[in-house]
Structures are given as structure tokens and as C-alpha cells.
């Protein structure tokens, strides 16, 4: 296997990306001047070591000192409420939306339709952690699933619904209402859809 082959091989890693669109990539890199290849390379190298993951709501985020990201470590932040989104993009588009003030619970993906494995793709163990706790310590009011309208955002749906059974009467749980059509992605929506999405939660 040749560099040009091996390096196809590393971008079809990438969400979305078929075998033609790796080929792509790497004749584009090999079109631009070695300044832009050693910046690439530099700006991948940086990522690993200078971005950290918020052990709260795990969120990726870049800081030299707090552990906890912008949000987590703000004391406005309305630790009542806790909002459960699909990965980071959904987290920006929301927040560009200026709808939401609490809490947020990255879940690190969907559940697949047909699958027995449901930790190994998103993080259903550390959710149900963090709402003992916020239940417990920071009197969490609402649960807010906010995911994709698609069949496996709708699956994860109920998934994490039968696991906050134990919380029914305790805590409103309530999933994105009217405005997100069905099959959009969160990560896609404007600010207006986001709120009348968030208004009209049930």
C-alpha cells in the first residue's frame, strides 16, 4: 500500500467520508505548498494535546486552567435543568440560539436500532450518574432529550426514557417539540427552528 493509499485509508475514518471523497483530500494535499501541509499537521498535532474533555457534560473545549467547561463552571448556569444532545455541533447550534440556560449531557452519539451493546455507543451509564447526582445535590427539575429526528434519534429517545423510569413524578422529562421536521439532524437547524423546537418540548 502506497502514502497516497494509506493516507485514503486514514481520511475514510472521517464521519460521512467515502472512498472517493478520501482520494480527494489527499490530491488536494498534495496540490497546496508544503506551508500549508506542515500547518495542517501542526494544527492536528495541537488538538490532542491542548483540547480536554469537561468531565461534567463532555464537552471538548480548550482551557490551560479550568477543568470544567464554560458553561459547567459558570455559576448562571441554571443546574436545574439538563439538556441531552447527540455530540458537540448540537451543543454550538443550541447555544447560538440563545434559548437554553442550563445544563448540558453529551451523549457521544445514537443508538443503533438493532443493537444489545447500547454502552459501547453512547454514554447511558455516565447520564444516568450525573442525574443521581444533580438529582440529589443540585435538585435537577427538568430532563430535556434533544435529539435528532431521525430512527435512531428516536430509538436513543426511548432508550434513555425507560432508564429515567425510576425518576417519573420526580423529574419532567420531555423530548424537542414542533419545529425540528422529521429526519433533520439538530446540528443542521437555525436558531428560529431550535426555539420553537425548545418551546414546544413535551
Known amino acids: 500500500m502506497n502514502q497516497i493509499e494509506i493516507l485514503a485509508q486514514l481520511f475514510k475514518e472521517f464521519p460521512g467520508i467515502g472512498e472517493r ?15 500549508y501541509v ?5 494544527a492536528i498535532m495541537k488538538i490532542k494535546s491542548e483540547i480536554r474533555q469537561c468531565p461534567s457534560c463532555y464537552l471538548f473545549f480548550q482551557s ?6 464554560e458553561t459547567c463552571a459558570n455559576p448562571k448556569t441554571d443546574h436545574t435543568s439538563l439538556l441531552i444532545i447527540e455530540k458537540d455541533a448540537d451543543y454550538e447550534s443550541i447555544k447560538k440560539s440563545k434559548n437554553y440556560s442550563g445544563m448540558y449531557f ?6 443503533p ?10 454514554r447511558v451509564n455516565e447520564l444516568m450518574k450525573v442525574v443521581e447526582n444533580r438529582f440529589k445535590s443540585e435538585g435537577l427539575k427538568e ?8 430512527p435512531q ?10 432508564l429515567l423510569n425510576e425518576y417519573d413524578g420526580k423529574i419532567k422529562i420531555s423530548s424537542l417539540g414542533r419545529g425540528l421536521s422529521t429526519g433533520s439532524e439538530l446540528e443542521y437547524a437555525d436558531s428560529e427552528t431550535i426555539k420553537n423546537a425548545l418551546r414546544n418540548r413535551s
Open 21 to 35: 471523497q478520501a482520494k480527494r483530500f489527499v490530491y488536494f494535499l498534495l496540490h497546496k505548498n508544503p506551508i
Open 64 to 69: 490551560e486552567r479550568s477543568v470544567l467547561c
Open 106 to 111: 453529551i451523549l457521544g452519539g445514537l443508538i
Open 113 to 122: 436500532i438493532v443493537t444489545k451493546d447500547t454502552p459501547n455507543f453512547v
Open 153 to 162: 434519534g428516536e430509538n436513543t429517545d426511548t432508550h434513555i426514557r425507560e
Open 143 to 150: 430532563i430535556i432529550i434533544a435529539l435528532s429526528l431521525n
Open 38 to 42: 506542515n500547518d495542517l499537521g501542526e
